[in-house]
């Protein structure tokens, strides 16, 4: 069981290097520094609408999945789990692969630079954001299908799902924090923060996306005589 939460713990940390949630908090925060008003109210209404999301999505994928395996009758045999495991590693191997276009940058959308200093529209792009990651985030998947896959499901399943998507979003609560410190070592966080994310967060996710399909291919391999 802790081999098990280490390997969430794995993909919820590359979920986490999220450049589009970063420039959002970013974008929010420094509108906000303008207006002296508090990124409080923005920013939390923004995280709470992509956490809500994505919670539900996690909680209605494991359900489903769990419901379509009881109506048919399907048993995920020592084979099925290894083919499995091989094409996730292949399939992660060539998205690690694959380069990001604009690696560096800030990804934010013009509709949510323009809702910025609105909480309740803030909340709304959180929800329009985790829409449309959720059902697309290829470490998101792999954990839902992991949790899915055991027999029985982990005792408090959605309570791991929920601890999940709170490690997803700890880099811009940290960017949230550290902006809000008035001193000036916490000034130097903030920006040391959010530009580290900027640069290193796409290619981070590469190297660990390349990293954790060689591990799940290397032990399909291993185990190929179920295969």
């Known amino acids: ?43 939390l209404s923004f995280l709470a609408g992509v956490f809500a999301v994505t919670t539900a999505f996690g909680i209605t994928f494991v359900l489903g999945l769990r419901f379509l395996t009881d109506l048919v009758s399907f048993d995920i045999t020592p084979t099925v789990r290894y083919w499995a495991e091989l094409g996730v590693g292949l399939v992660l191997l060539v998205l690690g692969s694959l380069r990001m276009s604009k690696e560096g940058g800030a990804a934010v959308p013009a509709w949510a630079l323009e809702a910025r200093r609105r909480p309740l529209l803030l909340g709304l792009v959180g929800v329009a954001i985790g829409l449309g990651q959720a059902p697309t985030a290829v470490p998101y998947l792999a954990a839902l ?13 959605p309570l791991i799902i929920i601890g999940y998507c709170l490690i997803a979003l700890l880099p811009p609560l940290l960017v949230l924090v550290t ?28 190297i660990l996306l390349l990293l954790a399909g060689a591990a799940l291919v290397a032990d399909a391999l291993v185990h190929h005589a179920s295969l």
């Open 1 to 43: 069981m802790v081999i098990f939460l280490l390997a969430l713990a794995g993909f919820a940390f590359l979920d986490s290097l999220d450049v589009l949630l970063v420039g959002v908090t970013t974008a929010v925060v420094y509108d906000s520094r303008l207006s002296r008003r508090s990124p409080l109210p923005g920013v």
């Open 145 to 157: 299908a992991m949790i899915s896959a055991r027999d029985p499901h982990p005792p408090m399943w």
């Open 179 to 206: 902006s809000t410190l008035k001193s000036t070592r916490a000034r130097r966080c903030y920006r040391g923060l959010v530009r580290s994310l900027k640069r290193f967060g796409p290619l981070s996710v590469r």
